[in-house]
């Protein structure tokens, strides 16, 4: 079997006396999209800092198709290829989408040709990058990052992280601030990063946007793997209950949602303190 793209080897982190991720194992395999679920705190940023070059394992090991390697900063996970896109797609409001396709792509080997900046030339390659994601309200490449949706920033810093070679793709809740509509689009958009061949490192706390791109789920409850499983091993409810640490979630989950269609849609009141 070849070696995943990015694989962590009992990582554990602490920060001072606190100890945050306990002996992590996980493989992150090209075409394939590893969801990580787990409720507030458990530990799923922590994680993808690591995997991206933020904080540095305390122990263990990172390994990049099967060497181990260090990551000492973001850039050194960049240059080999792992690109993180942050909530609200880490893009600046202020710029057009030419500039901030192209904006901290220094010319090293293999990436952009631009060593002086051709704004005509930037907005090309910048609207077809994300029209050929599908993305095909954009024609103008001057237009203001402010002025796109949530879900059409997410989407461009997903087209700017494969356009310049990324192969490990790290979103952090990507779809927690979006509408449905909008939300389907980015996992849309999440499924063609995977027909590409990248690996594709997805959190979020919504079970039907996992369910919808996920090929493997690890569930972190408490900084370790609680659960680590492939696509249709499990049932949403049985995804609901890990998430939320093991409690029986999913039920009470279905009780709100039948009280709330047979209430036009009102949620139960709260019980009486
Ligand atoms: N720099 C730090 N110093 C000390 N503790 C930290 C630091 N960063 C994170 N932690 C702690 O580590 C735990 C995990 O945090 P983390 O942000 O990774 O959780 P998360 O799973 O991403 O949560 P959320 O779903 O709310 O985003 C938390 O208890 C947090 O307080
Ligand atoms: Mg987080």
């Not at 060497?67 to 973001?74: F, I, K, N, R, T």
Request: glycine share 12%; charged share 20%.
């Amino acid at each position: 079997m070849v070696a995943p793209i990015l694989a962590l080897r009992g990582v554990n982190k602490s920060f001072g006396p606190i100890d945050v991720l306990h002996d992590i194992t996980l493989d992150v395999r090209a075409g394939e999209v590893l969801c990580l679920l787990g409720d507030n705190g458990a530990g799923k940023s922590t994680l993808i800092k690591i995997m991206s070059g933020v904080h540095q394992p305390t122990t263990g090991k990172i390994e990049i198709d099967g060497d181990a390697v260090g990551l000492p900063s973001p850039r050194a996970a960049s240059e080999k290829g792992i690109a993180t896109v942050h909530q609200f797609g880490g893009t600046f409001p202020l710029m057009s989408i030419g500039r901030s396709f192209f904006v901290g792509v220094e010319p090293t080997k293999g990436w952009g040709p631009f060593k002086v900046y051709d704004r005509k030339r930037a907005n090309e390659v910048a609207v077809k990058a994300v029209r050929d994601f599908g993305i095909t309200r954009i024609e103008d490449g001057d237009r203001l990052v402010g002025g796109l949706s949530g879900g059409e920033r997410q989407s461009l810093a997903i087209a700017r992280a494969v356009h310049f070679g990324a192969r490990v793709l790290i979103l952090d809740e990507p779809t927690a601030a979006l509408g449905v509509k909008q939300a389907t689009h980015v996992l849309r958009i999440v499924n063609e990063a995977k027909r590409r061949g990248l690996a594709v490192v997805f959190i979020t706390h919504q079970v039907m946007h996992a369910m919808a791109v996920g090929d493997h789920f690890a569930v972190l409850i408490r900084g370790a793997v609680a659960a680590d499983f492939k696509k249709g091993e499990k049932t949403r409810e049985e995804i609901t209950d890990l998430m939320a640490g093991g409690a029986s979630m999913a039920s009470l989950e279905a009780e709100i949602e039948g009280y709330m269609a047979s209430h036009d849609g009102h949620p139960p009141p709260l019980p009486a303190q």
